[in-house]
């Protein structure tokens, strides 16, 4: 039958089929334009992967002797104490807003994103002023017992612990939001007839809702990993050498910018690795429609007792509390000292320069992600595709590594164009674009 269908097809048609398989994508002007954006974005990941043969293997190997160790096991415990203290903090959150009934569980809904809106370095310095030794906190608790500096031991926020506990109290949203919405959208029916067949409330979590949950957690893990790697504020701050930290002290402190580039492609290994692990999580996310998010009707799964609804009240409130309440409240008492007063005067200044950069940036995003996309729609083509996919890894590139690929072949750039504007305008000034605001 497939040879007598075969040979019914005349041989133009099987050429001409032959040559639309092999003919080249037709390039619109928008494939063009999501080619360009890409071939920008990739500029700062060209800087640093060209970097490694030209200099900075030979950095990295002496750093080796001497830092780069503390640097990839801070970095490497860090990720690791996060991202442990964010996954049971958001699953655990968004578990109990999507299958139980408790007091405030709409509120906690929703609210329990707000720890997103705090900068993880301002919750560093608020939480280090809070609980340091000379801090309200530790004064209050020698005034209430009378104790001395050595009648008693209280753990050091300024540590590596502390920092990740601060890190995971601001980023567990992440975590929090893929998996309330997986918990939301996966079977109701199946966790029921767990129940069912005699599995109690825990164990159905473990055996039903958790394994079918574990690709959003993941993505969730993956997008916490590649912020704490980006991080750069709160380990500076409580002076943890990481890739971040490292990157900085290498190019400005001790200007070597082999060292610097070499740490950057080190750290670009770990984004990769990071990236992967979410592209790979978001295969595996499928949607019911019979979703624990639709059962409110037909009651909660997990029935709580009267304690089990104030733990879970607690459970929610807590990290709520330490992530968004007390920084916030902390923040606006030290707004209305007499320094920050006196300081006000500036307040305007700063406040207009971040408005106009904010607006600016997020009408370029904006613009830029429209064209993406409609590119992606009008055009089926593979390098459209991975043109796309590599303009928009930005999000997980640290900031750090974008500095450090960016400034290099920024200022070949800039020097260039200040010197023909030097020669042949009669300019006399200094860098056009370096240190501007349109750079950043």
């Given at each position: 039958m497939?040879?007598?269908?075969?040979?019914?097809?005349p041989?133009?048609?099987?050429a001409a089929?032959g040559?639309?398989?092999?003919?080249?994508?037709?390039w619109?002007?928008?494939?063009?334009?999501?080619?360009?954006?890409?071939?920008?974005?990739?500029?700062?990941?060209i800087?640093?992967?060209?970097?490694?043969?030209?200099?900075?293997?030979?950095?990295?190997i002496?750093?080796?002797?001497?830092?780069?160790?503390?640097?990839?096991?801070?970095?490497?415990?860090?990720?690791?104490?996060?991202?442990a203290i964010?996954g049971?903090i958001?699953?655990?959150?968004?578990?109990?807003?999507?299958?139980?009934e408790?007091?405030?569980?709409?509120?906690?809904?929703?609210?329990?994103?707000?720890?997103l809106?705090?900068?993880?370095?301002?919750?560093?310095?608020?939480?280090?002023?809070?609980?340091?030794?000379?801090?309200?906190?530790?004064?209050?608790l020698?005034?209430?017992?009378?104790?001395?500096?050595?009648?008693?031991?209280f753990?050091?926020?300024?540590?590596?612990?502390?920092a990740?506990l601060?890190?995971a109290?601001?980023?567990?949203?992440?975590v929090?939001?893929?998996?309330?919405?997986?918990?939301?959208t996966?079977?109701?029916?199946?966790?029921?007839?767990?129940?069912?067949?005699g599995?109690?409330?825990?164990?159905?979590?473990?055996?039903?809702?958790l394994?079918?949950?574990?690709?959003?957690?993941?993505?969730?893990?993956?997008?916490?990993?590649m912020e704490?790697?980006?991080?750069?504020?709160?380990?500076?701050?409580?002076?943890?050498?990481?890739?971040s930290?490292g990157?900085?002290?290498?190019?400005?402190?001790?200007?070597?910018?082999?060292?610097?580039?070499?740490?950057?492609?080190?750290?670009?290994?770990?984004?990769?690795?990071?990236v992967?692990i979410?592209?790979?999580?978001?295969?595996?996310?499928t949607?019911?429609?019979?979703?624990?998010?639709?059962?409110?009707?037909?009651?909660?799964?997990?029935?709580?007792s009267?304690?089990?609804?104030?733990?879970?009240?607690?459970?929610?409130?807590?990290?709520?509390?330490?992530?968004f309440?007390?920084?916030?409240?902390?923040?606006?008492?030290?707004?209305?000292?007499?320094?920050?007063?006196?300081?006000?005067?500036?307040?305007?200044?700063y406040?207009?320069?971040?408005?106009?950069?904010?607006?600016?940036v997020?009408?370029?995003?904006?613009?830029?992600?429209?064209?993406?996309?409609?590119?992606?729609?009008?055009?089926?083509?593979?390098?459209?595709?991975?043109?796309?996919?590599?303009?928009t890894?930005?999000?997980?590139?640290?900031?750090?590594?974008?500095?450090?690929?960016?400034?290099a072949?920024?200022?070949?750039?800039?020097?260039?164009?200040?010197?023909?504007?030097?020669d042949?305008?009669?300019?006399?000034?200094?860098?056009?674009?370096?240190?501007?605001?349109?750079?950043?």
């Open positions: 497939v040879n007598r269908l075969s040979q019914s097809v041989p133009q048609a099987s089929k040559a639309r398989a092999f003919a080249l994508p037709k619109g002007g928008w494939a063009v334009a999501a080619m360009v954006v890409a071939a920008l974005a990739a500029v700062p990941l800087a640093v992967a060209l970097a490694a043969p030209m200099g900075g293997m030979e950095a990295l002496a750093l080796s002797e001497t830092v780069l160790g503390r640097y990839v096991a801070n970095t490497a415990a860090l990720m690791v104490l996060t991202g964010a049971v958001g699953t655990g959150c968004a578990w109990l807003v999507s299958a139980c408790f007091p405030g569980r709409r509120m906690f809904a929703w609210a329990l994103v707000l720890p809106a705090v900068p993880s370095y301002i919750a560093a310095y608020l939480y280090a002023d809070l609980l340091d030794f000379g801090g309200p906190v530790q004064s209050g020698r005034a209430i017992t009378g104790w001395g500096v050595e009648d008693y031991s753990p050091a926020i300024r540590s590596l612990p502390g990740a601060i890190l109290l601001v980023l567990y949203p992440y929090y939001l893929l998996a309330r919405t997986a918990f939301a996966q079977s109701a029916s199946q966790f029921r007839a767990a129940r069912s067949l599995a109690g409330p825990s164990r159905a979590f473990w055996r039903i809702a394994p079918a949950a574990r690709p959003a957690i993941a993505g969730g893990l993956a997008l916490v990993l704490v790697l980006a991080d750069f504020g709160v380990a500076e701050y409580f002076a943890i050498p990481t890739f930290t990157i900085f002290r290498s190019w400005l402190a001790m200007g070597d910018r082999d060292a610097a580039m070499g740490l950057a492609a080190l750290m670009l290994l770990f984004v990769l690795v990071l992967t979410e592209a790979m999580t978001r295969r595996g996310r949607v019911s429609r019979d979703g624990i998010g639709e059962t409110s009707q037909r009651g909660p799964l997990v029935r709580l009267a304690g089990g609804k104030a733990l879970a009240f607690a459970a929610c409130l807590i990290p709520l509390m330490l992530g309440v007390v920084p916030v409240l902390h923040l606006g008492a030290l707004a209305t000292q007499d320094a920050a007063l006196g300081a006000a005067g500036s307040l305007w200044t406040t207009s320069a971040s408005i106009w950069l904010g607006a600016a997020a009408v370029t995003c904006c613009v830029l992600a429209i064209l993406l996309a409609f590119a992606g729609s009008r055009s089926d083509s593979r390098m459209v595709a991975g043109a796309t996919r590599l303009a890894l930005g999000y997980a590139l640290p900031g750090a590594l974008l500095a450090v690929g960016l400034l072949p920024l200022g070949w750039v800039d020097q260039g164009l200040t010197g023909f504007a030097r042949n305008l009669g300019y006399g000034g200094g860098l056009i674009l370096t240190g501007t605001s349109l750079i950043l």
